[in-house]
């Protein structure tokens, strides 16, 4: 058997436009759209690579950061990464000529596997749980993967 390559490429969204808090009080739901806010957003494989996620944000300063971890869960109680380690914390990167629009990007780098036996998890889903050291919005959040 010979080395298997990626074939598919792909991204998971946001259904719309959400708002971040200063705490992990809410967990985003990132999966295939249809036929609703972005029609080329796809379910996450069963097994696949996360890449990274990037994050489109309005109501932001140029100082203000954002934190994150990806859960398979969506209670968040079983992280797929960690809010703790180095680059979990980006600062926002002000778009071109505006003042309170812009984005972070994270990078994952990690395979990914579903487990059936997950509590609350579901296939072609992944959870997201963010914050922000002051409030914003997510007006689209994209998690790259491949299989």
């Known amino acids: ?29 990132l999966k295939g759209q249809g036929q609703s806010a972005n029609k080329k957003s796809a379910n996450v494989p069963d097994d696949c690579f996360l890449e990274s996620i990037e994050f489109e944000l309005s109501l932001i300063a140029a100082s203000d950061t954002i934190t994150m971890f990806l859960a398979r869960d969506s209670a968040g109680k079983n992280p797929i990464t960690s809010d703790a380690l180095s680059g979990a914390t980006q600062t ?56």
Request: hydrophobic letters at 40%.
């Open 1 to 29: 058997m010979g080395i298997r390559q990626f074939t598919k490429y792909g991204y998971a969204c946001l259904d719309q436009a959400r708002a971040i808090e200063t705490g992990y009080n809410v967990i985003f739901e």
């Open 92 to 147: 926002v990167t002000l778009s071109a000529g505006a003042s309170t629009t812009g984005g972070v990007i994270f990078t994952i780098g990690k395979d990914y596997h579903f487990d059936t036996t997950t509590t609350n998890a579901t296939s072609g889903s992944l959870y997201l749980a963010v914050k922000a050291n002051a409030a914003c919005q997510a007006d689209q959040i994209r998690l790259n993967w491949r299989s």
